[in-house]
């Protein structure tokens, strides 16, 4: 048996899984920064109209679902010296960082009509060379490793990892605005864009250069990729994403992905309208920096807490019951946010002992790190002695934080073997591309639905940014229906996984088969 044959059975180096993690990093850091761009500072910084961000925002993601597949067929059947996936994910991510900087150097009195047309047009170059990296680089790590413990402990790390994007994001609604770090907005996002893409490139390129795959060399049945053939080629696209839809434990996953993701997109905005227009009534200078802290904290206790507490879980119980268990742990966590975000309680516990002492706490430590803060320049992250705490806020985020920090960690891993079962059923080419680009299609199809309905949801609640002082019935159904939504729909997941098929010992039993046919795994 070769060499790659025992890596590949084995665990994963740190030094391959750092890699792996840094790109994840990348898959994660570039679409929230583009969200925000779109979503906030057209508006606000180049007063471009919310219909038109909107479409900005949505219209791409219908070319980006169209094009992950074909990505994914192609990275399955490229033969070449390098591997099938690495060649694209290197490419890929120069081309995303090139792309993503240009996409944002508008220049402060460009009219609307350019700019629109400007962004549109980067934005679909730019999701091409996104397609290329991000696709190859999913489909790598479903084939990194066959053992089966491993792979969740790989997809945990890379999620960690991806996690700190989630740390960073926030902070640019505040970093940005602020005139002590940049003279404009405008100023800021440019900025902003130059360092998010040196970062696209730097780590990006990282796992091409460091990942190791499995040994594609002699795969067979892979299918010739010309202009000859591409009339062919698209025949057997649809062949192949039929035959992917027939894979039963595949689209379980598909589906309670689909709810628990959207579930907890649809209302990712409204803790940021229930902080500012409930807890400190419309106004968003006494909310400060709140509502980036309340990310941040649930980034860093999803990343360094709860994501290893998934992965042992997963080795103890199996993935299907750890799923089970992180999604409903994350419904008690969705629950217990009617409590936390009750500004009275909130009130109440600040004038306890207990609050007193943290709030003095906080206040204490900022005071001495707030002249260090804004002698470089980061006035932003400051927070002013003597600022009451909403303290109740973070007492749900170790809980419902479960819900993300389980999925695409467990879910990720579940794929890589229904990647092992397509091939017993189906013979080779192995298609973890194809896999990964239909599991992400799932999702970000569901993203834009989300993002539709999140605005239909504040137009039934009454919601309106545009009033300092929301009704009081306003917010409860808002806080309602932030409770409500992610519930039921990680409620829906739970049922959806409940008969999920493919065990451990089902998993290995494929894995020696496929052992005994090719004699390599």
């Known amino acids: 048996m070769s060499n790659q044959a025992k890596l590949s059975r084995g665990k994963v180096p740190i030094g391959q899984k750092s ?91 460009a009219s609307q009509t350019y700019i629109i047309w400007h962004v549109m047009v980067l934005q679909l170059l730019f999701l091409i060379g996104n397609t290329m990296f991000a696709t190859p680089l999913v489909g790598l790590g479903y084939e990194m490793t066959s053992d089966y413990n491993e792979r969740t402990r790989l997809m945990a790390f890379s999620n960690t990892m991806g996690q700190i994007a989630w740390m960073i994001v926030p902070w640019l609604y505040v970093i940005i605005p602020d005139t002590n770090t940049f003279n404009t907005q405008t100023e800021g996002v440019r900025t902003m864009a130059l360092i998010v893409g040196a970062l696209c490139i730097v780590f990006g390129i990282l796992p091409a250069l460091f990942c190791k795959g499995i040994d594609s060399a002699n795969m067979e049945n892979r299918k010739e990729l010309s202009l000859k053939s591409l009339a062919k080629n698209m025949k057997e696209l649809l062949d192949g994403i039929k035959q992917v839809s027939k894979n039963r434990p595949f689209m379980r996953l598909c589906g309670a992905t689909f709810l628990v993701f959207n579930g907890f997109q649809l209302v990712a905005a409204f803790g940021v309208f229930i902080i500012v227009f409930y807890m400190y009534s419309g106004s968003y200078e006494l909310a400060g920096t709140w509502p980036a802290w309340f990310n941040t904290i649930n980034a860093i206790i999803t990343a360094f807490i709860v994501i290893p507490i998934i992965s042992r879980m997963a080795s103890k119980f199996g993935k299907r019951k750890a799923f089970i268990i992180s999604t409903i742990l994350s419904i008690i966590g969705y629950v217990l946010k009617w409590w936390g975000f009750d500004k009275e309680l909130n009130s109440q516990f600040n004038q306890t002992s207990l609050g007193q002492s943290l709030s003095s706490g906080v206040s204490s430590i900022f005071e001495v790190l707030n002249p260090a803060l804004e002698s470089v320049g980061m006035s932003w992250f400051t927070i002013e002695p003597g600022t009451e705490v909403p303290w109740l806020i973070f007492v749900p985020i170790p809980l419902f934080a479960f819900g993300m920090g389980g999925l695409f960690t467990l879910m990720m891993s579940m794929t890589a073997d229904v990647c092992d079962l397509d091939e017993l059923e189906n013979g080779m080419p192995r298609k973890e591309g194809s896999f990964g680009a239909i599991y992400w299609l799932m999702v970000k199809i569901g993203q834009s639905i989300a993002l539709v309905l999140g605005g239909v949801v504040l137009s039934i609640v009454g919601f309106d940014p545009n009033v300092t002082e929301q009704t009081v019935e306003t917010m409860n159904n808002l806080r309602i229906a932030d409770i409500l939504v992610p519930s039921v729909t990680a409620a829906l997941a739970v049922w959806v996984m409940w008969n999920y098929s493919l065990s451990e010992n089902r998993a290995r039993e494929i894995k020696e088969k496929l052992i005994e046919r090719r004699g390599v795994l």
């Open 19 to 109: 890699a792996f993690g840094a790109g994840h990093f990348i898959l994660n850091i570039l679409p929230g920064t583009l969200g925000v761009f779109i979503q906030f500072f057209l508006l606000t910084a180049w007063g471009v109209d919310p219909l038109w961000a909107g479409l900005l925002g949505g219209l791409p993601r219908i070319f980006d679902s169209i094009t992950d597949p074909i990505m994914g067929f192609i990275s399955d059947n490229t033969k070449s010296k390098w591997g099938r996936r690495r060649p694209y994910i290197f490419i890929g991510a120069i081309i995303s960082g090139v792309l993503f900087f240009l996409m944002w150097q508008l220049d402060d009195n």
